[in-house]
T-cell receptor, first 115, second 115 residues
Framework: KAGVTQTPRYLIKTRGQQVTLSCSPISGHRSVSWYQQTPGQGLQFLFEYFSETQRNKGNFPGRFSGRQFSNSRSEMNVSTLELGDSALYLC??????????????FGQGTRLTVV | QQQVKQSPQSLIVQKGGIPIINCAYENTAFDYFPWYQQFPGKGPALLIAIRPDVSEKKEGRFTISFNKSAKQFSLHIMDSQPGDSATYFCAASNKLTGGGNKLTFGTGTQLKVEL
C-alpha cells in the first residue's frame, strides 16, 4: 500500500511569490491535514480537508489556503511569500471518520525555502 | 490554549537503557494521544497511540503510560538501540473537534542512543 506522497520535495521561492504544494493521500483515506514544521514553532496545524470541504482550520493568516479534489488529493497554496514561511510542510492522511479518532499518516514533506 | 508540554528537550542514553519522555496537557477534552517518531529528512511516523480509558499500552519495545487525573502521559523505550535515535513528538486531539486529523503536538524530544 503506497504511503502519503508529497510533491515537490524541495522548493526555493522568492519573497512575494506564491507557491502550491501537492499531497496524495493513502488510497481510501478521505481526510488530508496540513502542518507547518519549523525549528522555532515546531509542528503546527494549518487545516484539514475531508470530502472536498475544509473541516478544521488552524491559526494561520489567509495567505495560507488549500483545497481537496474528488479523488482526495489536496493542494495547499501560500501567496505573497514571506521569509518566515520557510519551513517543512507536512501532509497527513487518515480515513477521517468523525465519530472516532483515526490514525494519521504523514508524508515526507515539502521543504520550502523563501529567499 | 490547547497546549501539550513535552520534556525533556533532548536526551542521551546508553544502548539498552530506557529513555522516558513526558508530556502534559491542559485540555481535558483531549481523548487521543499518539506518539510520533521523526528521522532527519523524513515525515513523522506513528509509533503508538493511547486513549484515556487505559493506563498503559505496549507495542513492541514502546510503552505509553497514561495518568488521566494528572493529565500526563509518557513514552518509555525498552532496550533502546542506536537506531532509535530520532526526534519524538507527543500529540493530542479530540474526536469531536478533529480527531486524529487535527493534532496538537508537543515541542519534541531529540533522543540519542549511544553504543
Amino acid at each position: 500500500k503506497a504511503g502519503v506522497t508529497q510533491t515537490p520535495r524541495y522548493l526555493i521561492k522568492t519573497r512575494g511569490q506564491q507557491v502550491t504544494l501537492s499531497c496524495s493521500p493513502i488510497s481510501g483515506h478521505r481526510s488530508v491535514s496540513w502542518y507547518q514544521q519549523t525549528p522555532g514553532q515546531g509542528l503546527q496545524f494549518l487545516f484539514e480537508y475531508f470530502s472536498e470541504t475544509q473541516r478544521n482550520k488552524g491559526n494561520f493568516p489567509g495567505r495560507f489556503s488549500g483545497r481537496q479534489f474528488s479523488n482526495s488529493r489536496s493542494e495547499m497554496n501560500v501567496s505573497t511569500l514571506e521569509l518566515g514561511d520557510s519551513a517543512l510542510y507536512l501532509c497527513a492522511s487518515s480515513y477521517g471518520g468523525y465519530s472516532m479518532n483515526t490514525e494519521a499518516f504523514f508524508g515526507q514533506g515539502t521543504r520550502l525555502t523563501v529567499v | 490554549q490547547q497546549q501539550v508540554k513535552q520534556s525533556p528537550q533532548s536526551l542521551i542514553v546508553q544502548k539498552g537503557g530506557i529513555p522516558i519522555i513526558n508530556c502534559a496537557y491542559e485540555n481535558t477534552a483531549f481523548d487521543y494521544f499518539p506518539w510520533y517518531q521523526q528521522f532527519p529528512g523524513k515525515g513523522p511516523a506513528l509509533l503508538i497511540a493511547i486513549r484515556p480509558d487505559v493506563s498503559e499500552k505496549k507495542e513492541g519495545r514502546f510503552t505509553i503510560s497514561f495518568n488521566k487525573s494528572a493529565k500526563q502521559f509518557s513514552l518509555h523505550i525498552m532496550d533502546s538501540q542506536p537506531g532509535d535515535s530520532a526526534t519524538y513528538f507527543c500529540a493530542a486531539s479530540n474526536k469531536l473537534t478533529g480527531g486524529g486529523n487535527k493534532l496538537t503536538f508537543g515541542t519534541g524530544t531529540q533522543l540519542k542512543v549511544e553504543l
